[in-house]
């Protein structure tokens, strides 16, 4: 058992599965000598050399091209996209090629890719490099999503998109990279599509990702002070997403909070708030109630960017208000 | 304020100085090409010559849903460069790549199906004209928004390279491409990265409706932007299958070789619109006349003949020819509809389309 932060998780996980399958290789901007601008592929370059962990230029494009083009051919690839906001950079290679490449060709083609990107706010980085792009990839037909929340989580889940045969869009969140968690020794696989329970409660159930897992769970700390016994899942894959888990738990407390740092059209919880509107409707004590990130630009300044994304502050008031 | 369009002062583009071909270079008879190989390139010729014209036939009768873009005057640049290429290779085309599909070798009995949108077709129906793929022929993919593709012909590229297999991957693309971002990503990564690809611009002059020149910064849309990376800037006549072939032995094997990516222009000409919807009626009449007149297929069946190649020879593989066409059209024919099985299959690798417990 080791105490890794999420940002060594991240190469970890990846060094787990690059010794396991001497194919596997990674390329990115400032991932092979840098180590990454989040220090996330420290090492790595060292352990496995330059024909493995490769630099590109800046050049979103090309790099997901390349990845997509040796994935046909049955080599596995990481591509690393600096920050999530710069797919919108390279929106037609996920959206139009890797996503579509099995259905068109009857079957003929498969992409083990897995896109490791730096999602999220908190940073004041601003609107063009802040942004949780989560919903951005799982509207799109063919793409798996995963936004794991804690050091173990990284490291199980990178092994399980790694091994997915189809592309998966992994979020590492830039907030979290500091966090630490215990990791136990030994190869790690985790399952996509799988939701964990992460507290137990009886009166609400609170639906987060990422970052919003922990503000979650402090919230529910809080709120348990006032009463109000609140279960929370880490929802962890979108696509494919555990509505056995969310609607198991829904249907215990009969009231669902979601907490989605994504701006608030067409945000993840609105698609798990259907699902529960259609298949527990009767259950519910109440109506479901969605907390997100207002529909805007992200700010920069701090006191801003803080008012923007779920706060632990918001996630007690909206749902000890909304549970009266 | 001024534009090469806004210049012209007229958007009527028929009215425009006609584009004329060079002449045809008769000195390439005596290039050194087996006769057996000339033949092969010949048969491929009037196989995508055939299949495009039923193809056509098959829209008028309406048996063609959406939009196809037929290949039609451009046939010597899949030829010359599908018989240059090893078994092995590995293909890109645009959605303009019913040809360069063939020219691999795929049956033309499941690709016309495709386009009939049955279920005998190569992609079972669901990918449609635009997409034509034949994995095992090589053949890995047809893409319809152009640019992309050049960065995926990278990464075939760049895993024959990694497994060390001496596969090259060749790209194609029209003049339009040219002016798209990925273009210049791509040929700059494959430069850094010395890939075994060849890039081919199929310069048949028009950007869908619009004459190429007049929305391009340079004369030769490919050629001229070869020198930025590195490249040796190759113009090759695309009408004439053994200057192709010439160009694309060299250029393939210089990448098999180890020595790199290259960038070919080849000049060419449709003979139709761009799509289905497309009468054409942008182009000069003098320009489509000469360029008929610098037709592939009479051009090289004529070279055979000067080389001594009997008529009855080059007319038995016509009517051959002529044959598989009508065998593949009752093949396409007679494949039924896809039914509602299909429609949910083939998003996953586990076969379907589950995104939730």
Redo the contacts between chains.
Sequence with gaps: MAELTYRTAVAHGIAQEMRRDPNLVMLGEDIAGAGGVFKTTVGLLDEFGPYRIRDTPISEQAILGAAMGAAMTGVPVIAEIMFSDFIAVCFDLLANEMAKARYMTGGQMSVPVVVRTANGGGSRFGAQHSQSVENWVMMIPGLKVVAPSTPVDVVGLMAAAIRDPDPVVFFEHKSLMADKGEVPDGEIVDQLGVAKVVREGTDCTIVALALMVPRALQAAEQLAERGISAEVVDVRSLVPLDTRTILGSVSKTSRLFTVEENPRLCGWGAEIASIVADELFWDLDGPVVRITTPHIPLPAAEALEDMAIPSVDRIVHTVSDRMG | MTDRQADEGLYDYALREPRLPGPENRENDRLEIPIEERLHIYETQQLLRQFEKRAYDLFLQNLVKGTSHLSLGMEAVSAGFGHAMRPDD?TFATYRGHAHTLARGAAPGPVLAELLGREN???????GSM?L???EHGM??S?A?I??????????????Q??GTDQV?VCFFGDGTTNI??FH??L??AV?WDLPVVFVCENNLYMEYTPIDLITAVPNPAADRAGAYGLDAILVDGNDADAVYQVAKRVIERARAGQGPSLVEAQTYREQGHSRADPGKYRPPAEIEAWKQRDPIPMYHERLLRLGVPEGDLSSIQQDVARRVDEATEFAKGGSHPGPEHLM?????D?G?????
């Design positions: 590995y077709g190569i992609l079972k129906g669901k990918g997409h793929t034949s994995v890995m993919g893409y928004i640019g992309a593709h050049l960065t995926i012909a990278n990464g075939t590229a760049w895993s024959a990694m497994r991957t971002g990925a990503e791509a700059n990564f850094i299959t083939d998003v996953w690798a076969g389309s589950a995104w939730r417990n």
